[in-house]
């Protein structure tokens, strides 16, 4: 997956809009986001993986309290992501539950929301649809996504203590090497058989002599 634009509204320390345009730094496989603390590296993680999966990219955050303290309560919260996967664009656009002001005036609770644009045009619509077709797609769980791909500060400490089952199911969906696994178990398997005809061989002219 590789990100293409960030567009976040009311989210976080962010009242107004603001864009983050990955495409500037070209086809570059690898880029780094740096800062001192307090500039704002985790909003954007925070930014990409609830666009993508409804949640904060570490365990601190509800996506309830995502919505700016300095926003005013008619405006919404929103994070947009157009991101690429196999030479294919999406779209996606969530909104988590927040307040809003009614017909009347009143503030209200408003429930969360998910859009997927497929690069077809095809629409999905609410987080329920969109979740699995987004986990679909990048071969990870929201758990994988955030233990891997988005590790924020002290995190990396969390995939370290992982158990070496969980860690190679987690390099294997990320790294495609399912194909290699499977061949590794036939290879394993054939020489299993090929043992047993020899020990089976290896008895009949035992018996012989």
Same mark, same amino acid.
């Given at each position: ?6 567009i ?5 320390p962010y009242?107004?809009t ?5 495409e500037? %730094?070209?086809n570059r496989?690898?880029?780094v ?6 500039a ?5 993680f925070?930014?990409i993986?609830?666009? $993508?999966y ?6 601190v =955050? /509800?996506s ?5 303290q300095?926003a005013p309560v008619d ?5 947009e992501l157009?991101?690429?996967v196999?030479q ?7 909104t ?19 859009t $997927?644009? %497929?690069?077809d045009?095809t ?9 699995? =077709?987004i986990?679909? $797609? $990048?071969? /990870? ?6 233990k891997?791909?988005m590790?924020p500060?002290g995190?990396?400490?969390? *995939? *370290?203590l ?13 790294f495609s ?5 499977k061949?590794t178990?036939?290879l *394993?398997?054939?020489?299993?058989e090929?043992?047993?005809?020899l ?6 002219n035992?018996s012989?002599?």
């Amino acid at each position: 997956m590789r990100p293409k634009k960030l567009i976040m509204t009311a989210f976080g320390p962010y009242a107004e809009t603001q864009t983050v345009d990955f495409e500037e %730094l070209g086809n570059r496989p690898m880029f780094v986001i740096t800062g001192p603390t307090g500039a704002g590296k985790t909003t954007i993680f925070d930014g990409i993986a609830f666009a $993508l999966y409804g949640d904060a990219s570490g365990d601190v =955050r /509800l996506s309830e309290n995502f919505k700016s303290q300095y926003a005013p309560v008619d405006r919404r919260c929103s994070v947009e992501l157009t991101f690429e996967v196999h030479q294919k664009e999406y779209r996606v656009v969530r909104t988590p539950k927040q307040m809003k002001l009614g017909r009347d005036g009143s503030p209200r609770w408003e429930n969360a929301s998910a859009t $997927l644009i %497929l690069p077809d045009g095809t629409v999905v619509t609410g987080p329920a649809e969109v979740n699995p =077709r987004i986990i679909d $797609l $990048l071969g /990870l769980t929201k758990e994988q996504f955030k233990k891997i791909v988005m590790l924020p500060q002290g995190e990396f400490r969390k *995939l *370290l203590l992982e158990k070496n089952d969980t860690k190679q199911e987690i390099f294997r969906k990320i790294f495609s090497t399912q194909l290699f696994e499977k061949v590794t178990k036939t290879l *394993l398997n054939q020489a299993k058989e090929l043992e047993q005809k020899l020990s089976v061989i290896g008895a009949e002219n035992k018996s012989s002599l």
